[in-house]
């Protein structure tokens, strides 16, 4: 990195923290703090749920999804603008109706105490574990950049997010949200057009579609009903409609975004906003890992995008083996891009010429063999490697292909889309700690002051718990896809108690709670047993939670119906 990419890194992360620490501090009232004193427009409440949801995982690592398999993972969204309506239409008019600070309030006016507490236990264990996720991903950039430990890369970012979250609350986040979107939406849209600049002269961008459609990553829709398959257009509709349900209408990081509205009307503009817009900023940033997989079919890649893992290579008894890799790849990055450029001659004169684009896709398999075999030799110098490297394409690509000044600027941006989820994580963590659990069983009186001070140490003590959680990230495989399989274990049974809450009068508390209990350990098994796609587990969650209630209160209600008559 240059100088001038440190300075612009550096101002704009200093901005944003020292503008949302100055702006917003001193709270004078647990409203002020946990709702902002409902003052939010709805433009501001539609930019602060989209920064909460886009994390720096988002742009880290879903160009790198995007790269290996293909534009598939955009159907993961298609349920998310019907859950939005129904959002709008149901749970947004009830929160406001009964003025809480929380989603799980309602819980205990709709059933009891054991219900509201189980439901907000769920949410502070899910969402601290994806929080220390956001925290993690732009460590990665950092500690890989500068060669400094991962996790004191991840203390000193979760320092940054803590300071102004502390400090100001709900406000801090809602205000700093705005100019975090801003450097987001700008830094992508500037890389899109450099990768378009930096392909052959020859290539428009219609050619560069047809290179990527040639080497199947631009299937989009894939209607298979293999449950066991990811990424179907029945896993995105159903699946993701009850993930996007659970997240956007249970889940307090996103309810405490529009809770702080004027209005209700002015939430469900800030929520509307969101369904419109997901779904295409989610292809567009797809579309660029796509476009990085064009830009390497003319220039070369490394073997393995993990530099961690090269390091290690280095220093074991593999590394002429693993240089044999190398040269065997640079010999086929070398056919690549002279069967590439005949390729795109073709497509010049309109003529898609078969033997071309099957010599292509041959050169990209025998790549990913060759990928395969260094991923085999990296495990082989050490068990624990994680050798999965989605995670560092776009990075590699940032750090060794960018001009210098926008280097800094799309750091900034994925630290910024980091800092923005992780406020939010923590803000609704310390939300929920208060209220759910603090308030609700402290006996003795407190002041107003007392509970914000309290809200303010639950922020702390949250943050220290979500570094600590991002200090085991590496043990896992593609980011992206594990903060969504977190979120499908948990979400489904929360989805299932409040749509019981909601539409299902019958059922009372007894019958809810147990049933909840025993889904949540049927849905871990489940995923453990890795019986079907991670998506379904959403689906599966919220039904089975309505089903057993449904058995249960039909039991409790035949046993209390015999103790009558006898």
């Not at 209990?517 to 689906?539: A, D, F």
């Amino acid at each position: 990195m240059q100088l001038l990419d440190w300075i612009i890194l550096s101002c704009t992360l200093l901005f944003i923290v020292t503008y949302g620490a100055i702006k917003t501090k001193g709270s004078k009232n647990v409203n002020e703090y946990i709702l902002g004193s409902n003052e939010t427009p709805w433009w501001t409440v539609g930019l602060s749920v989209m920064a909460t949801q886009a994390s720096a995982i988002t742009f880290l690592s879903t160009p790198g999804q995007a790269y290996h398999d293909g534009m598939g993972f955009v159907q993961f969204y298609f349920g998310l603008p019907i859950a939005m309506v129904v959002i709008c239409i149901t749970f947004i008019p009830i929160y406001h109706k009964l003025k809480v600070y929380t989603a799980y309030e309602y819980l205990e006016q709709r059933f009891d105490v054991k219900t509201r507490s189980l439901a907000a236990l769920i949410f502070l264990v899910q969402r601290g574990l994806g929080t220390g996720f956001t925290i993690y991903a732009p460590a990665i950039i950092l500690s890989s950049l500068l060669g400094w430990n991962l996790n004191l890369m991840n203390v000193v970012i979760g320092i940054m997010i803590i300071v102004y979250t502390v400090s100001g609350g709900t406000k801090a986040v809602n205000v700093t949200h705005k100019q975090q979107m801003f450097v987001i939406v700008t830094g992508m849209v500037i890389t899109f057009f450099i990768i378009l600049n930096y392909l052959p002269q020859e290539l428009d961008f219609n050619n560069a579609l047809h290179i990527a459609g040639a080497n199947e990553k631009l299937n989009i829709l894939d209607f298979s009903v293999n449950p066991e398959k990811r990424y179907t257009i029945w896993s995105g509709i159903a699946g993701g409609f009850f993930l996007a349900l659970a997240y956007f209408g249970t889940d307090q990081s996103q309810v405490q975004r529009y809770l702080s509205g004027k209005s209700v009307r002015e939430s469900q503009m800030g929520l509307i906003m969101n369904g419109i817009l997901k779904v295409p900023m989610q292809f567009f940033i797809l579309l660029i890992g796509v476009m990085v997989f064009v830009f390497f079919q003319f220039h070369s890649a490394p073997l393995h995008f993990n530099p961690n893992n090269t390091r290690l290579i280095e220093k074991s008894q593999y590394k002429e083996s693993y240089h044999d890799l190398e040269d065997q790849l640079n010999v086929v990055a070398n056919e690549k891009k002279e069967i590439s450029l005949l390729y795109v001659d073709q497509l010049s004169q309109d003529y898609d010429n078969k033997e071309l684009h099957n010599k292509m896709i041959a050169l990209n398999t025998r790549e990913k063999d060759l990928r395969d075999q260094a991923k085999e030799l990296i495990n082989k110098a050490d068990k624990t490697a994680e050798t999965n490297d989605k995670d560092y394409v776009f990075l590699y690509f940032i750090l060794n292909f960018l001009p210098k000044g926008l280097i800094g600027l799309l750091l900034a941006v994925i630290i910024s889309a980091a800092m923005s989820s992780s406020a939010s994580g923590l803000n609704a963590l310390a939300s929920t700690t208060t209220i759910d659990i603090y308030m609700r069983h402290t006996k003795i009186e407190k002041t107003e002051k007392h509970f914000v001070d309290a809200t303010k140490i639950f922020t702390l003590i949250w943050g220290v718990i979500a570094i600590l959680f991002a200090c085991i990230g590496s043990l896992f495989d593609n980011l992206i896809q594990m903060v969504n399989i977190i979120g499908s274990i948990f979400y489904g049974t929360v989805l299932g108690i409040f749509l019981v809450a909601f539409y299902i009068k019958y059922i009372k508390a007894e019958a809810i709670f147990w049933s909840a209990l025993v889904t949540q350990s049927v849905v871990i098994l489940i995923y453990k047993l890795e019986i079907m796609s991670y998506l379904w587990l959403n689906v599966v969650g919220a039904s089975m939670t309505i089903v057993i209630a449904l058995l249960l209160q039909m039991i409790i209600g035949n046993s209390k119906a015999k103790t009558v008559q006898s």
